[in-house]
Nanobody, 124 residues
């Protein structure tokens, strides 16, 4: 059984930082891409970053330069480092597993597996 478990969520002030770990089990992490999605209040789930099997990171424009995705294939962990957070980035953050960080990686239909999510609240 494939499982992805997020942690590290919480309350942070605008301009602050937070790191979200995602523990992956049931697959060989090195064979898959892992992405992070966010569901803001009242909005659809949106992809924000994807870590390809070779360790490259893809980002949506709104988080480029502030967020960094990384992975440790041995520990089977993926991390999302979020800096200079904005209040509009409040939401539930999901870790998700998919085959590739392809052209449609940020679509909610792309992942095969999902974590349960971690709440991030950014206060203004």
């Amino acid at each position: 059984e494939v499982q992805l478990v997020e942690s590290g969520g919480g309350l942070v002030q605008a301009g602050g930082s937070l790191r979200l770990p995602c523990a992956v089990s049931g697959i060989t992490l090195a064979d898959y891409s892992i992405s992070w999605f966010r569901r803001a209040p009242g909005k659809e789930r949106e992809g924000i970053s994807c870590s390809s099997e070779d360790g490259k990171g893809l980002y949506v424009d709104s988080v480029k330069g502030r967020f960094t995705i990384s992975r440790d294939n041995v520990k089977k962990m993926v991390y999302l480092q979020m800096n200079n957070l904005k209040s509009e980035e409040t939401g539930v953050y999901f870790c998700a597993g998919q085959g590739l960080c392809g052209s449609m990686w940020s679509s909610p239909s792309a992942p095969r597996w999902w974590g349960r999510g971690a709440q991030v609240t950014v206060s203004s």
